[in-house]
Structure formats: structure tokens, C-alpha cells
Nanobody
Framework: QVQLVESGGGLVQPGGSLRLSCAAS????????MRWYRQAPGKQRELVAA???????TYVNSVKGRFTISRDNAKNTVYLQMNSLKPEDTAVYYC??????????????WGQGTQVTVSS
């Protein structure tokens, strides 16, 4: 019923920037909290940034001042602007959103992930 599709990943040099997008589609009635997670090889998935329906944002300490999460409710899309990228930011990035579908319940949905590699 609902799909989240990420885009914008790729290979970038240290100090560079990338902008990830995650677009939700389907029978969406309303969207609530939206989040970006990442998982590096051999590590647990971690929450990177979150944005509430009020647009209040939170970040993991390691990305504060470098990453910015935002949303466009008209497009059912969440973004992650990543600046001053470091090799330790290399991971698969996943979006996640709490969505109420039309005539349905509130559920949490995941995207398929997009690879971000920071390397010279």
C-alpha cells in the first residue's frame, strides 16, 4: 500500500556533500515522524536524524552541524542534506516514516536503502 523510495546516494570525496531524498507513495492519509537511519558494515543500524510533523528535528551527535533533515509534506518527501562528509559516514542509509494509510492504521514503513560511500 505504501512505498518509500530513497535516492541520492553515491560516492563522494571526504569534505563533499550529498542530498538524499525519500519519497513516499501509495494510499497515504497522513505522515507523522520521519527518520533517516544508517548501517555501516559490521555495525548496528543507528538513527541519524528525525523530523516530527511539527518540523522539530533531532540528530545523533556525530552529524550535528553537518547534516540537515527536512521535509516537504506536499510531496510526501523527506530529505537529508549531508555536508562535510567523512569516511565514517559511509553506510547504507534508510528512510523510515510513520504513516497512516487511507481507511487504515498508523504503521512504520522502511525504504530499501541507498549506499553512501565517502572515500578519496
Amino acid at each position: 500500500q505504501v512505498q518509500l523510495v530513497e535516492s541520492g546516494g553515491g560516492l563522494v570525496q571526504p569534505g563533499g556533500s550529498l542530498r538524499l531524498s525519500c519519497a513516499a507513495s501509495g494510499s497515504i492519509f497522513s505522515m507523522y515522524d520521519m527518520r533517516w537511519y544508517r548501517q555501516a558494515p559490521g555495525k548496528q543500524r543507528e538513527l541519524v536524524a528525525a523530523i516530527a510533523s511539527s518540523s522539530t528535528t533531532t540528530y545523533v551527535n556525530s552529524v550535528k552541524g553537518r547534516f540537515t533533515i527536512s521535509r516537504d509534506n506536499a510531496k510526501n518527501t523527506v530529505y537529508l542534506q549531508m555536508n562535510s562528509l567523512k569516511p565514517e559516514d559511509t553506510a547504507v542509509y534508510y528512510c523510515n516514516a510513520d504513516i497512516r494509510v487511507t481507511y487504515g492504521n498508523l504503521q512504520t514503513y522502511w525504504g530499501q536503502g541507498t549506499q553512501v560511500t565517502v572515500s578519496s
